[in-house]
C-alpha cells in the first residue's frame, strides 16, 4: 500500500485531544480525502489523511507494530519497500504495504532507518514503551514536515496551516526572515514566517523525547566525478532513468503526467507513456507551450490534455495559491502549476513533473558562464574585483551586471539561481532592520564544498535552497491542493548517485547544458525537444503588468497599510510605473513583493 496523505500530531496534555487532533487534519484534508485515521493515548495523538494510490482497501494509518509497541503516521513513498522486506524477513509481516517497513525498519536499525530508504517520504514514528518520538524527511525534501514547540507541547504536520487549530499554538509574524525572502523569492532558512515554526529540513532526522528535540543530519550531498567514457555515462543514465521511471509507474490508479516543451518532462513521458498527458498555456504564443506538447503526444500515440489560463482566472487565484503555499513564494509557475494540478485531477490520482533535472544535471545557463566567458576568469582577480566595484556604482543593466559578478568571489555573489533584490537594495527598499546576512545562509553549503569547482559549488546551493525549499515544496502544494499525488522521478537518490558523479564538460559546455542528460533523452523523445530550453510553463506576468487592471491591483496592494509598514511604497510605486512605460523590466522584483503582501494578507488579515 502507497498512499499520499497529510500528517499531523502533537504530543503534550490537551483537553478534548481527539477533537483538536481531528481539526488538525481536517484542516490539510486536500492532501488526503479518501480516508482519516487517529492514534490518541496518554499525552501523544497521532493523525493522518490518506489519498489511497496502491492496497486501495488496506493499510490504514496509524499502524502498529504486531507487538503494538510502535506506532506509525506516514506521507510518501518507499520504492525500495520488497527489497527491505527480504533483508527483514524474521519480522511478523502482516501487510504488503511500505508503511510496515517503517515500523520494522525502525526496529532494526534505529536512527538509522531513513539512509536504507529510497523514495519520498516524511513520517512521524512513536516508540511506546520508550516515549520517544522518531521523524524524518526524504533525501531531498520532495515530502514537507514543519515542527513546533510551545508551553510544554510539541506540534508536528506536514503544512504550518494544521497548527491553527491546535490550542497551544500562537501565530506570530516572523519579520526577521522577510529580507532574505526578497533576495531568495522563497524562505530559504529552517525559520519560517511564522514565528517558532520550522521546517525539518531534507535528509535530517528529528527525535523528541522528555520535552527535548534532536535534529541529525542522516544525508550528505556528495559530487564524487569520475571520469568515464562519454558513451558509457549517457548507458548508465539511461539505465537509471528508465528504473527510476518505472518505479514512479507502480500504482493501482491511473498515472498521468504534466508536460510542458522542455526536455524534462518530454523525456519522462516519452519513457513512461502514460495515456494521458496534462498542459497549460496562455494566449500570448511566446508564452504557451501546447502546440510543443501535443507535437510529441501526438508522436507517442498518448492523449494531451490542455488549458489556457486567462488573465483573469490566474489573479484571482492568487489568494487561494498563497494558503496552500503556507509561506510566499513569487515564482509565477506556482499559479500555473496549480492549474495544471487542476486539470489533471479531473481524471487521475498520480502525476509524473519533471522538477530536479537541472539541479542534478546542470540544466541552467548560469554554469554556462564559467565555460564562455573562462577567458576573463584567467585576469588576475584583484583587477576584475576593482571592477567590479567601480561597476556596482552605476544603475544594474545586461552588461554591468556580468563585469560586476566576475568580480566578486561567488561565495559572496552567488545565492542560487532565481535571486530577486541585492541585499543593497533590500536595505533601501525596507522600513525594518535586515538582521540576516544572505551569506549566513549559504556559508554552510560553500564551507562543506570549498575546495569544489564553481559549478559544483552552484549546483550544491541549488539543490540545498531553490531545489529543495522552492521548486520541491511549490510541486507537492500545488498537486496536494489538488488532491493529486506528485511524483518526481529526477529527484531520486539512484538517479543522483549517476547524476553527482558527471564530469563538468557532460553538464555543461559552451554548446549547450545538461549534456549527457540530453544524449541519453535524444534516444526515446521522437521529436526534437531534446534539445530545447526547457522553460517550464512560463507565464506572461510581465506583460499583464504593463495593463490597467493588473497594474491597478498592484499599485493599491503597495499602498495598502501593510505595505507602507514594511516597505518604501513610493520606490515600488516608481517602479511599478517604469514598468508599465516600458523604461524598465521591474516585473520580478515587483511580483516578489505582491506575492508577500498577499500571503500576508491570507495569514494576517483576513
Not at 200 to 210: I, P, R
Not at 399 to 409: D, S, T
Request: aromatic content about 14%; some cysteine; hydrophobic content about 35%.
Amino acid at each position: 500500500m502507497i498512499t499520499m496523505c497529510g500528517i499531523a500530531g502533537f504530543i503534550g496534555k490537551e483537553k478534548n485531544m481527539k477533537k483538536t487532533l481531528k481539526k488538525m487534519t481536517d484542516r490539510i484534508k486536500h492532501r488526503g480525502p479518501d480516508a482519516e485515521g487517529f492514534f490518541v493515548r496518554g499525552n501523544v495523538a497521532l493523525g493522518q489523511r490518506r489519498l489511497s494510490i496502491i492496497d486501495i482497501e488496506g493499510g490504514l494509518q496509524p499502524m502498529f507494530s504486531k507487538d503494538g509497541n510502535y506506532v506509525v503516521v506516514f506521507n510518501g513513498e518507499i520504492y525500495n519497500y520488497q527489497e527491505i522486506k527480504k533483508e527483514l524477513k524474521d519480522y511478523p509481516w502482516q501487510t504488503n504495504s511500505d508503511t510496515e517497513v517503517l515500523l520494522y525498519g525502525y526496529q532494526e536499525w534505529g536512527s538509522d532507518l531513513p539512509k536504507h530508504l529510497r523514495g519520498m517520504f516524511a513520517f512521524a514514528l512513536y516508540d511506546i514503551k520508550e516515549k520517544t518520538l522518531f521523524c524524518a524527511r526524504d533525501h531531498f525534501g520532495i515530502k514537507p514536515f514543519y515542527y513546533y514547540q510551545n508551553k510544554g507541547s510539541f506540534l508536528f504536520a506536514s503544512e504550518i496551516k494544521a497548527f491553527l487549530d491546535h490550542p497551544k499554538f500562537e501565530k506570530k509574524f516572523n519579520e526577521s526572515i522577510l529580507s532574505a525572502y526578497l533576495s531568495f523569492s522563497f524562505t530559504p532558512t529552517t525559520e519560517t514566517f511564522f514565528e517558532g515554526v520550522k521546517r525539518l529540513d531534507a535528509g535530517h532526522s528529528l527525535t523528541y523525547k522528555d520535552g527535548e528535540i534532536k535534529i541529525e543530519r542522516y544525508f550528505n550531498l556528495t559530487f564524487p566525478i569520475e571520469h568515464k567514457d562519454y558513451d558509457e555515462v549517457v548507458k548508465e543514465i539511461d539505465k537509471v532513468m528508465k528504473d527510476s521511471t518505472d518505479h514512479h509507474m507502480i500504482s493501482d490508479v491511473e498515472v498521468g503526467s504534466f508536460l510542458s516543451s522542455g526536455i524534462d518532462s518530454s523525456y519522462l513521458v516519452s519513457l513512461a507513456k502514460p495515456a494521458k498527458t496534462y498542459t497549460v498555456g496562455y494566449d500570448i504564443p511566446r508564452y504557451n507551450e501546447i502546440d510543443y506538447a501535443k507535437d510529441l503526444t501526438d508522436k507517442l500515440h498518448i492523449t494531451n490534455i490542455s488549458k489556457k489560463i486567462t488573465k483573469e482566472e490566474y489573479m484571482q487565484i492568487l489568494d487561494k495559491i498563497m494558503y496552500h503555499m503556507d509561506e510566499p513564494a513569487s515564482d509565477p509557475a506556482i499559479v500555473a502549476l496549480y492549474f495544471v494540478a487542476n486539470l489533471a485531477s479531473q481524471d487521475v490520482k498520480v502525476v509524473l513533473s519533471g522538477e530536479g533535472a537541472d539541479e542534478f544535471f546542470g540544466g541552467y545557463n548560469y554554469y554556462r558562464e564559467e565555460v564562455d566567458y573562462s577567458f576573463y576568469n584567467k585576469i588576475p582577480f584583484f583587477i576584475r574585483h576593482g571592477i567590479s566595484k567601480f561597476c556596482s556604482l552605476f544603475p544594474p543593466v545586461r552588461g554591468i551586471n556580468f563585469l560586476v559578478r566576475r568580480g566578486q568571489k561567488l561565495e559572496d555573489s552567488y545565492i542560487g539561481v532565481n535571486k530577486v533584490w541585492t541585499e543593497k537594495e533590500v536595505k533601501k527598499l525596507l522600513k525594518i532592520p535586515v538582521t540576516i546576512d544572505n551569506k549566513e545562509i549559504t556559508k554552510p553549503v560553500y564551507d562543506e564544498f570549498k575546495g569544489e569547482s564553481n559549478i559544483v559549488k552552484m549546483q550544491a546551493v541549488d539543490i540545498n535552497f531553490w531545489l529543495m525549499k522552492d521548486i520541491l515544496q511549490k510541486a507537492d502544494r500545488m498537486t496536494m491542493a489538488n488532491s493529486l499525488e506528485g511524483r518526481v522521478p529526477f529527484v531520486d537518490k539512484e538517479v543522483f548517485k549517476v547524476a553527482s558523479t558527471l564530469p563538468l564538460d557532460y553538464k555543461v559546455t559552451k554548446e549547450n547544458t545538461k549534456v549527457a542528460l540530453r544524449a541519453s533523452a535524444k534516444k526515446v523523445i521522437p521529436n526534437e525537444s531534446y534539445k530545447k530550453k526547457k522553460l517550464g510553463f512560463p507565464v506572461p506576468i510581465r506583460d499583464w503588468m504593463k495593463e490597467s487592471d493588473v497594474y491597478n491591483e498592484l499599485k493599491e496592494t503597495f499602498q495598502s497599510k501593510t505595505a507602507q509598514k514594511y516597505f518604501q511604497t513610493s520606490k515600488l510605486l516608481k517602479m511599478l510605473d517604469d514598468h508599465q512605460k516600458g523604461k524598465k523590466d521591474n516585473y520580478r522584483k515587483l511580483w516578489n513583493v505582491f506575492c508577500f503582501l498577499k500571503w500576508y494578507h491570507v495569514f494576517f488579515e483576513e
